[in-house]
C-alpha cells in the first residue's frame, strides 16, 4: 500500500513557475513508476508527466514539454513537477500517481494508487 500526499500548488500569474511535491509513504517506493496527471473545470483526467522507477526515463504530456520537469528523490521518497512559463490552461488540480512496475504509463489505469491533489490556478 502506497499513501500520496500532493503539496505545492497554488495561485500564480501566466509566466509564473510553481513546483509541485509528492511524498509517499511506504518503503518500496523507488520501485514504482511515478506520474502526475491533473483535471480541469469539465474536463477529464489527463497524464502530464511520468518517471520511472530510478528515474532515468522520463515522458511528458506534448503540452507541458520544455515547460515541465518531473524528478524524484528516492532516498526522501517524494516526486516532484517544477512548472516554468505557467500558462491560464494549465489551470486545474494535479493529482500524484504511484505505479507497481517501474516504467512510465500515459494511462490514467495504468496507476494503482493516488493522491487527493493539489489545485494550481494560473491568472492571465
Known amino acids: 500500500q502506497v499513501q500520496l500526499v500532493e503539496s505545492g500548488g497554488g495561485l500564480v500569474q501566466a509566466g509564473g513557475s510553481l513546483r509541485l511535491s509528492c511524498a509517499a509513504s511506504g518503503r518500496t517506493f523507488s520501485s514504482y513508476a511515478m506520474g502526475w496527471f491533473r483535471q480541469a473545470p469539465g474536463k477529464e483526467r489527463e497524464f502530464v508527466a511520468g518517471?520511472?522507477?530510478?528515474?532515468?526515463?522520463?515522458r511528458y504530456a506534448d503540452s507541458v514539454k520544455g515547460r515541465f520537469t518531473i524528478s524524484r528523490d528516492n532516498a526522501k521518497n517524494t516526486v516532484y513537477l517544477q512548472m516554468n512559463s505557467l500558462k491560464p490552461e494549465d489551470t486545474a488540480v494535479y493529482y500524484c500517481?504511484?505505479?507497481?512496475?517501474?516504467?512510465?504509463?500515459?494511462?490514467?489505469?495504468?496507476?494503482?494508487?493516488w493522491g487527493q491533489g493539489t489545485q494550481v490556478t494560473v491568472s492571465s
Open positions: 518517471i520511472s522507477w530510478g528515474g532515468g526515463s522520463t
Open positions: 500517481a504511484a505505479r507497481r512496475g517501474g516504467t512510465t504509463r500515459f494511462g490514467i489505469t495504468d496507476y494503482d494508487y
